[in-house]
């Protein structure tokens, strides 16, 4: 794989319409395709890519321009060659939308862009806040209410229908709706690792240490 020579982007990428806000401050080189984009974002919000999404980004007053999981059969807007530095430059915002019937929207907001530091993994996770909904669950009002019912449950136990709604929806009594684990996130964020120039660098210059004590 070709070392990242660009930049990197800070982003915050939330859920619009959360209530705490679940969101993720994410690092990922500024050169990462769309595609990739969307991989990264499942993996920081433990999503399991099960569903149709799209990114919408507005220019200059003029009608958003859509990437989406059909990129293979759209030749107009190719999600697999478009790259970040090129949709989303410093201090802007574009939308990403995710499973067309629970209909979850995140806003991505530049926070800055800097250059690649030798020795950290991109992309990587910062900090963050709140579990992020389980996969079919619903669409954020949806989820709330049901953790409004869960927290209920826990002072009555009469509700059954509002409980096996909740055990089929995956939130049980085990869920921690308040549980945001930076470590397990950039535990998955791993797999999607892309070098960078930095980083190459700095391997390029252990190895001649390494072939010059020998």
């Given at each position: 794989?070709?070392?990242?020579?660009?930049?990197?982007?800070q982003?915050k990428?939330?859920?619009?319409?959360?209530?705490?806000?679940?969101?993720?401050?994410?690092?990922?080189?500024?050169?990462?395709?769309?595609?990739?984009?969307h991989?990264?974002?499942?993996?920081?919000?433990?999503w399991?890519?099960r569903h149709?999404?799209?990114?919408?980004?507005?220019?200059?007053?003029?009608d958003?321009?859509?990437?989406?999981?059909?990129?293979?059969?759209?030749?107009?807007?190719?999600?697999?060659?478009?790259?970040?530095y090129?949709?989303?430059?410093?201090?802007?915002?574009?939308?990403?939308?995710?499973?067309?019937?629970?209909n979850?929207?995140?806003?991505?907001?530049?926070?800055?862009?800097?250059?690649?530091?030798?020795?950290?993994?991109?992309?990587?996770?910062?900090d963050?806040?709140?579990?992020?909904?389980?996969?079919?669950c619903?669409?954020?009002?949806?989820?709330?209410?049901?953790?409004e019912?869960?927290?209920?449950?826990?002072?009555?136990?009469?509700?059954?229908?509002d409980?096996?709604?909740?055990?089929?929806?995956?939130?049980?009594d085990?869920?921690?709706?308040?549980?945001?684990?930076?470590?397990?996130v950039?535990?998955?964020?791993?797999?999607?690792?892309?070098p960078?120039?930095?980083?190459?660098?700095?391997s390029?210059?252990?190895?001649?240490?390494?072939?010059?004590?020998?």
């Amino acid at each position: 794989m070709k070392p990242s020579d660009s930049t990197i982007h800070q982003i915050k990428v939330s859920i619009r319409g959360s209530q705490p806000l679940i969101w993720r401050l994410i690092e990922v080189p500024s050169d990462v395709t769309l595609v990739e984009l969307h991989n990264i974002i499942q993996a920081a919000f433990d999503w399991e890519n099960r569903h149709m999404w799209e990114f919408s980004v507005s220019s200059g007053g003029q009608d958003s321009v859509r990437y989406d999981s059909e990129f293979e059969t759209d030749e107009a807007n190719q999600a697999d060659e478009v790259r970040l530095y090129q949709v989303l430059p410093e201090a802007h915002t574009m939308l990403y939308t995710y499973d067309y019937g629970d209909n979850r929207e995140l806003d991505i907001t530049t926070q800055r862009i800097h250059t690649s530091e030798p020795g950290v993994q991109y992309p990587w996770c910062l900090d963050g806040a709140q579990a992020a909904p389980l996969e079919d669950c619903g669409g954020i009002d949806e989820y709330q209410r049901l953790l409004e019912s869960l927290s209920s449950q826990s002072r009555r136990k009469d509700r059954e229908e509002d409980r096996e709604t909740l055990v089929n929806r995956g939130i049980t009594d085990w869920f921690d709706a308040d549980h945001f684990d930076v470590k397990k996130v950039n535990q998955a964020l791993a797999d999607f690792a892309i070098p960078t120039v930095a980083n190459q660098e700095l391997s390029d210059l252990a190895t001649a240490e390494e072939g010059a004590s020998s």
